[in-house]
């Protein structure tokens, strides 16, 4: 069984060891410094950073560890849970001597290699199978440039065989008969304090998540048919939403169409559900998890029998990469986004032609947590309020251009043509401060925001920051009117289960039943004037 929180605490250790290996061989060592060289002045030219070299680095650095561990994480996982035919690192019982011994042959016919290369034999070996391919992608994936030192590799490799001393048990062991890719998500959020800080990384919780997709998807199904539907989360994370969504779609086509061969049903599903995210590790994640869960409701056990199913999720930044669509204002004229086309700038993890596909389209929902930092490297900031002109104002949070930028992915609604679904959990800073005054007096008003749900009372887990819950379709407004739940009572202790918190009960259970009011929570139509106003 995993044991999550060991994982994590001992794979931070070994993340600290592994970024000191990369920042001594970027010195001493020409063909890595010069990649980051070339890397940086690329972003540099392009304004997706302004940052001194070396702080930019580390942020690079950083990311390279991580895929370095990342990649034993997935390996490890995918031979303890028998979805390879050998194990390739470890495994528990006889399963590590053999892998051992897979070690030892290699070495026998490759003197000279060191254990980096043995673990470059490990993901090549992997990579050969068409459902994983993409994880160990030669050309996106940061191992196969940012290359840890053979001391190092042979510090990982012993890092996965080890064993408790009284019991002679692995002592990372992945075998997990239900495939539970839950703990990645706490990797992803909490390996690194520093990405964390910089990237924002946080979990949704399941619970807002499935809220969020019943009043977003559930009813985009309806409007635009299951064959049709298709969703986005532009800041997917480590794949929440992609995988609630996934599971959704998937029961409505197993429903409709019982005949039909589980894999062309799970690919079905797959290829409605797209993802992208500016960290690679977090795509990674959400790659995998999609993966396993396509795995398990197609029967596959092992990846020699799986296909290469086709999973749309991608690394890159969605407020720079992909079109900005065309608008209309409140009295019909449209409005041009000087920029239609995105950058044409990638980092050496991003497939430009992928990212252009992905976010070069329009969507008939669109949901996610997005991040809710000021950015402080001045070239990304400047290249941001750039494109997003008309909400980016003052000291702006992130929170602001990607409000417009989830809008501007959704469907238009024009004439005859639905409008798209957009549903975000979001800082609630831009209703107070300075920052959110276009946002609010410009932006809002020539789109159909029809609920504003205060969730800052509510206990959300790893949510810090107080939140509200925005939901609408792209279109002009629709209603004079907005739904909107005020807050009046914070939750009185940490409950249990999150799900069944006081404040997250009563906006549940309340929200569709006209006025009401309990002590947490007054849920009543609002004048869309007055979400038009500022503050």
């Not at 028998?82 to 892998?99: C, H, I, K, N």
């Not at 992609?242 to 409505?252: I, M, N, V």
């Not at 429903?255 to 290829?271: H, K, M, N, S, Y």
């Amino acid at each position: 069984m995993i044991d999550a929180k060991r994982l994590l605490d001992d794979l931070k250790r070994l993340r600290r060891r592994l970024e000191d290996d990369l920042r001594e061989r970027s010195r001493t060592v020409e063909t890595l410094h010069d990649a980051l060289q070339r890397e940086y002045q690329s972003a540099r030219e392009a304004g997706r950073t302004g940052e001194a070299f070396e702080t930019w680095r580390e942020g690079m650095l950083t990311q390279a560890a991580v895929a370095w561990l990342l990649g034993g994480v997935l390996v490890r996982f995918m031979e303890d849970n028998g979805l390879v035919d050998e194990p390739l690192l470890s495994g528990p019982r006889e399963r590590r001597q053999q892998a051992a011994e897979r070690q030892m042959l290699y070495f026998r016919q490759r003197p000279t290699d060191s254990d980096r290369d043995y673990l470059y034999d490990v993901f090549r070996t992997v990579a050969k199978l068409p459902a994983v391919t993409t994880l160990f992608d030669a050309q996106h994936n940061p191992v196969w440039v940012y290359g840890i030192s053979g001391d190092a590799a042979k510090e990982l490799i012993a890092f996965w065989r080890q064993v408790v001393p009284e019991t002679g048990e692995l002592l990372h062991d992945f075998t997990d008969n239900t495939w539970n890719t839950r703990f990645l998500g706490d990797l992803y959020q909490d390996l690194s304090e520093e990405a964390r800080k910089r990237y924002a990384l946080l979990q949704t919780p399941e619970f807002v998540e499935e809220f969020i997709l019943d009043r977003t998807l559930e009813p985009a199904i309806e409007t635009f048919g299951l064959k049709a539907v298709r969703l986005i989360d532009p800041t997917c994370g480590s794949g929440h939403f992609l995988l609630g969504a996934f599971r959704r779609l998937l029961d409505r086509w197993f429903r409709i169409e019982p005949g039909t061969v589980e894999r062309e049903l799970v690919q079905r599903a797959l290829d409605a559900v797209v993802g992208v995210d500016v960290n690679p590790y977090a795509v990674a994640i959400a790659r995998f998890r999609l993966l396993v869960a396509a795995l398990q409701v197609s029967g596959i056990t092992t990846l020699r029998e799986a296909p290469g199913f086709r999973i749309n999720v991608a690394a890159g930044d969605s407020l720079l990469h992909g079109r900005r669509f065309d608008d209309l204002d409140l009295q019909g004229e449209i409005i041009r986004h000087g920029r239609s086309q995105g950058i044409e700038h990638a980092y050496r993890v991003e497939d430009l032609a992928e990212l252009n596909r992905l976010l070069g389209q329009q969507y008939h929902v669109v949901v996610g947590n997005p991040p809710y930092i000021t950015v402080k490297d001045r070239g990304l900031n400047q290249a941001y309020r750039k494109r997003y002109q008309e909400t980016c104002y003052r000291q702006y949070s992130l929170a602001v251009p990607f409000t417009e930028r989830f809008f501007d992915l959704a469907h238009y609604g024009y004439e005859a043509q639905p409008a798209g679904y957009v549903g975000m959990i979001t800082a609630n800073s831009f209703m107070k401060r300075e920052f959110g005054k276009k946002l609010i007096e410009e932006f809002f008003p020539r789109i159909d925001l029809t609920h504003v749900l205060d969730t800052s009372g509510a206990y959300i887990p790893g949510h810090g920051t107080p939140t509200v819950i925005l939901l609408g379709r792209h279109r002009r407004p629709v209603n004079h009117e907005v739904r909107a739940v005020l807050g009046i009572r914070g939750e009185p202790s940490t409950p249990e289960d999150a799900a069944q918190g006081k404040v997250w009960r009563s906006i549940v259970e309340h929200l569709d039943q006209g006025d009401a009011q309990n002590e947490f929570v007054s849920i009543t139509n609002v004048s869309r004037q007055t979400f038009a106003t500022h503050p």
